[in-house]
């Protein structure tokens, strides 16, 4: 049975900086494609960044720079670092795993079945 649980989040002050985990169990991360997504109140589900199983990752334009996405392998475990966080930055995170390679389609919803519950991250100014 496929699982995804995510934690780490919270609220911070703009500027600063939070560490998402999402702990995989039912499969090997980083035989998958992985990705982080987020959500705000009133938008739809974006993707924020995703990870293929060679490596090769893709970054919405809005955290390039800021956000990095890491595997730990030995944990199975997704991690995605958030520098310089901002309030628009604001919203639900998502952990999401598909099946198939992502290629350029890494920061799409329907290319993911499998999601974790979502860790809220709040950046005040």
């Known amino acids: 049975q496929v699982q995804l649980v995510e934690s780490g989040g919270g609220s911070v002050q703009s500027g600063g900086s939070l560490r998402l985990s999402c702990a995989a169990s039912?499969?090997?991360?980083?035989?998958?494609?992985m990705a982080w997504f987020r959500q705000a109140p009133g938008k739809e589900r974006e993707g924020v960044v995703g990870i293929d199983s060679d490596g090769s990752t893709s970054y919405a334009d809005s955290v390039k720079g800021r956000f990095t996405i890491s595997q730990d392998n030995t944990k199975n475990t997704l991690y995605l670092q958030m520098n310089s966080l901002e309030p628009e930055d604001t919203a639900m995170y998502y952990c999401?795993?598909?099946?198939?390679?992502?290629?350029?389609?890494?920061?799409?919803?329907?290319?993911?079945?499998?999601w974790g519950q979502g860790t809220q991250v709040t950046v005040s100014s």
């Open positions: 999401a795993a598909s099946r198939v390679d992502c290629g350029e389609y890494a920061l799409y919803t329907t290319l993911f079945g499998y």
């Open positions: 039912g499969f090997t991360a980083s035989s998958n494609c």
